[in-house]
């Protein structure tokens, strides 16, 4: 009965090679959001999406492109991977109106690219 | 832009003793502040809140955390740390005009038996 989910949990993949994770919420939020996670633990927002509207978009490379078909689910593509994507990347939801609402993490894929 | 500080790296404590994990942060507007946890391999999991009212607040395994807001902070304390209590422990900020949160760049709790 996860609450946000994400697939796959772990990726491990080739530079230059396009690959997808996929996020979903069951507990009826209208935004979702990814994170990136480095190897210091930092964290850092990418994208925002509330009611399948682009709301976040932080300087994150082109090759990153969020797409949500639905307000369950908040994909994350990302093309001609680099070393340097090499991170975890986490999927939250939550309920936007109320700013107190806290985000739900999902539990991670760790993306490692050789 | 909010910000949040977390000074120290990493905090150890002995199992039994108190814990604390000191955030301030700085926002331009009045803040919801939120503290979460990371254990090992794991997502961010909530611990608690202020949103407005009691200064201090309560949430989830024991801890509370103190709003102050002249000295804009908000450490999370525990009474009485378990060795379970170990992990990576991040304060976040949201300013009530944005929805954007915050991250501080957490600090690690080692909880000595």
């Known amino acids: 009965d996860t609450a946000v989910s994400q697939t796959p949990k772990y990726l491990v993949t080739q530079m230059g090679n396009d690959k997808s994770i996929k996020c979903e919420q069951n507990?009826?939020?209208?935004?979702m959001y990814w994170y990136k996670q480095d190897s210091k633990k930092f964290l850092k927002i990418m994208f925002s999406y509330n009611n399948k509207e682009l709301i976040i978009n932080e300087t994150v490379p082109n090759r990153f492109s969020p797409k949500s078909p639905d307000k369950a689910h908040l994909n994350l593509h990302i093309n001609s991977l680099e070393l340097g994507d090499s991170a975890v990347y986490f999927c939250?939801?939550?309920?936007?109106?109320?700013?107190?609402?806290?985000?739900?993490f999902g539990p991670g894929t760790r993306l490692t690219v050789l | 832009a909010q910000s949040v500080a977390q000074p120290e790296d990493q905090v150890n404590v002995a199992e039994g003793n108190p814990l604390t994990v000191k955030c301030t942060y700085s926002?331009?507007?009045?803040?919801?502040l939120f503290w979460y946890v990371q254990y090992p391999n794991r997502g961010l999991q909530f611990l608690l809140k202020?949103?407005?009212?009691?200064?201090l607040v309560k949430g989830s395994y024991g801890f509370e955390a103190e709003f102050n807001k002249s000295q804009t902070s908000f450490h999370l304390k525990k009474p009485s740390a378990l060795v379970s209590d170990s992990a990576l422990y991040f304060c976040a900020v949201r300013d009530r005009r944005k929805d954007r949160l915050a991250f501080g760049k957490g600090n690690q709790v080692v909880v000595i038996p």
């Open positions: 202020y949103i407005t009212g009691d200064n």
């Open positions: 926002v331009s507007g009045n803040p919801y």
């Open positions: 939250a939801s939550r309920f936007a109106s109320g700013g107190h609402n806290e985000q739900f």
């Open positions: 507990l009826g939020h209208d935004t």
